[in-house]
């Protein structure tokens, strides 16, 4: 069956940086376009970064220039590198593919905080 499986969350210094993994099974990974959202305390949830099946990749404005999203077809597995990490990114992080529907992982914390 489908699964999503999110990992790499961390309590991280301010100007730190994280790396984060998706593991993906049960569906043509290397075919979807996948994507990460976040989920802060109290907020709704949002994007943050894209990647097509051939790595046309796409930020929202507030990670544009410290995040970079990339992907492994081989590995099955999308990242998220996040570099000069801010409080304001302390929030659940989430792989997605829109061809899944309304299908989520668990997520993975990630914490920002001195």
């Known amino acids: 069956q489908v699964q999503l499986v999110e990992s790499g969350g961390d309590l991280v210094q301010p100007g730190g940086s994280l790396r984060l993994s998706c593991a993906a099974s049960?569906?043509?990974?290397?075919?979807?376009?996948m994507k990460w959202y976040r989920q802060a305390p109290g907020k709704q949830r949002e994007f943050v970064a894209t990647?097509?099946?051939?790595?046309?990749?796409g930020y929202a404005d507030s990670v544009k220039g410290r995040f970079t999203i990339s992907r492994d077809n081989a590995k099955n597995s999308v990242y998220l590198q996040m570099n000069s990490l801010k409080p304001e990114d302390t929030a659940v992080y989430y792989c997605k593919s829109p061809a899944l529907g309304d299908y989520w992982g668990q997520g993975t914390q990630v914490t920002v905080s001195s």
């Open positions: 049960g569906f043509p990974f290397s075919t979807y376009t």
């Open positions: 990647i097509t099946y051939n790595s046309i990749t």
